[in-house]
């Protein structure tokens, strides 16, 4: 049944009503119902909405929550999530590489008292780490 207005919606899932807004708008929340010009949501919505925080704060793209939520009403099936959230983590992993050898490299420079950035970029070119 179709009984929580945005607002009440907006406070039991501790968004705003824009989210809420946005969210439609970008295919992640089904188009609500309308009684009186107005939004009527079931309380099925929390878990919806529920979900895409939860798959927002772990880094997921408004694309990736599209293509978990798309063609299902509540829960996405476990097979799908798992595929998307095992992209997500090697996505994560080379993220992690990534910041490692900055930070390797950075701290290279602070140990010497002429950092010689522009022969370490000219290494970086050549492949080679310059530490």
Known sequence: MSD???????????????????YEKM???PK???????????RAILERIAIVQFAKR???SIAEMKILLDGVPGRPPP??????AHEKVTQIDQLI???TTVHR??????DQKCPKLVERERLLREGRSGS
């Open 32 to 42: 609500p119902l309308r009684r009186n010009a107005r939004r009527r949501y079931d």
């Open 4 to 22: 929580l207005s945005i607002g009440e919606v907006a406070a039991e899932a501790s968004v705003r009503t824009s989210t809420i807004r946005y």
């Open 27 to 29: 295919g992640l929340l």
């Open 58 to 60: 772990v880094g997921f």
């Open 105 to 110: 490299m950075l701290l290279a420079t602070l």
């Open 97 to 99: 590489a990534d910041a």
């Open 79 to 84: 097979e799908r999530w798992r595929k998307l």
